[in-house]
């Protein structure tokens, strides 16, 4: 347990984020510059992807509440109705 709190901790330092960012900047400006720009898309697509994933997740649950909702208070309704 101590150590997934320290690797957790230590993850969200942000030198440590900043890192990856510079690197990932640097290799898609001279990929860029030397004209080749699929590299470039593939990571504009990944970060679309995290970014809309967890939208999607969130109506989803959204969606299924709601659905399950309705279909308790039918039931609810047509068992009042019967007795």
């Not at 990944?46 to 399950?68: A, D, E, Q, R």
């Amino acid at each position: 347990m101590k150590k997934a709190l320290a690797f957790a901790s230590l993850s969200m330092i942000p030198f440590i984020n900043w890192a990856q960012c510079a690197m990932c900047r640097t290799q898609i400006k001279n990929n860029v510059s030397a004209g080749e720009t699929s590299m470039a898309e593939g990571l504009n697509n990944g970060i679309m992807f995290l970014f809309f994933t967890p939208y999607i997740v969130v109506f989803v649950l959204i969606f299924l509440w709601y659905k399950n909702s309705k279909t308790n208070k039918s039931v609810s309704f047509i068992k009042r109705i019967k007795s």
